[in-house]
């Protein structure tokens, strides 16, 4: 069984779902990707993952390129 305390650290994709393409009115155009540090563009596709690294609360999504959610680590 998977504990919370191994998933610290990591950005764990929830049910990986792709969001946009962005368009010019989304509200999180030039919001920086944790994960490659570049801002949303337009066209760009996201998707949210829970991160417990980034946030002091255990169940917060983040948003995130969805290319660097799929990409393994290391
Ligand atoms: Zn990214």
Redesign the pocket.
């Known amino acids: 069984m998977l504990v919370e305390s191994e998933l610290i650290g990591h950005a764990v994709p929830v049910a990986l779902t792709r969001y946009g393409p962005k368009e010019e009115l989304s509200p999180s155009l030039g919001t920086k990707?944790p994960?490659?540090g570049?801002g949303f563009k337009v066209g760009d596709y996201t998707a949210l993952v829970r991160s417990t690294r980034h946030s002091k609360y255990g169940d917060a999504r983040i948003e995130?390129?969805c290319?660097?959610a799929t990409k393994v680590p290391g």
């Open positions: 990707c994960l490659c570049l995130v390129h290319d660097c």
